[in-house]
């Protein structure tokens, strides 16, 4: 990367130069929030020009796509944080008067963590080990004498059979 190149990618908050400052803006925060609406409203911008870039300026699509990935690292990251940090949840009265601690009496709160996020990253890592197992055993005993000639022509030509009665000189060769 020249140095120019790497001045103004610093300068767009490392958005490629290619596109442009508005353009480049709305990247940074796409890949803050991962939501069209609010980066567009940060960068001041209207959502459908987000769309109309996509269609009309190669640059601006190559820059978008670095940037979903950084917004879809982030989710990662997040996924991960609840699932193995969790969330603080403070604990509160019926009437909303926060519960205090008895030995520290701060405000007493729970590290919920998240048991569904943590078993999809398991399943993600270790797929192997983690993944949905199931298997179908299916049987079936049919009585295939009972049909019409009719109902068996139509049976065998969904199979793709050669349709007809079977003579004995058909499993002649057969043993």
């Known amino acids: 990367m020249s140095d120019q190149t ?10 490629p130069a290619a596109v442009s400052p508005v353009q480049a803006a709305f990247l940074a925060a796409y890949e ?15 959502r459908s020009a987000h769309y109309r870039w996509l269609k009309d300026e190669p640059a601006y699509v190559a820059a978008f796509e670095r940037s979903e990935a950084i ?13 193995v940090e969790g969330l603080r949840r403070y604990k509160f009265t019926k009437s909303g008067d926060p519960i205090l601690h008895p030995i520290t009496k701060e405000p007493y709160f729970e ?7 943590l078993l999809a990253e ?27 000639e009719e109902e068996t022509a ?13 003579d ?8």
């Open 111 to 117: 590290d919920a963590r998240s048991d569904t996020l």
């Open 6 to 15: 790497r001045q103004n990618t610093a300068q767009n908050h490392g958005v």
């Open 32 to 46: 803050a929030s991962g939501q069209v609406t609010s980066a567009s409203v940060a960068a001041e911008v209207d």
């Open 71 to 83: 917004a879809a690292g982030g989710l990662k990251d997040e996924a991960r944080r609840r699932a």
């Open 168 to 175: 004995s000189s058909d499993l002649e060769g057969e043993a």
């Open 122 to 148: 398991l399943k993600a890592k270790f797929p192997d080990e983690y993944r949905e197992r199931s298997s179908i055993d299916m049987t079936a005993n049919l009585n295939l004498t009972s049909l019409s």
């Open 154 to 166: 139509d049976l065998e030509r969904r199979l793709g059979l050669p349709v007809g009665p079977i």
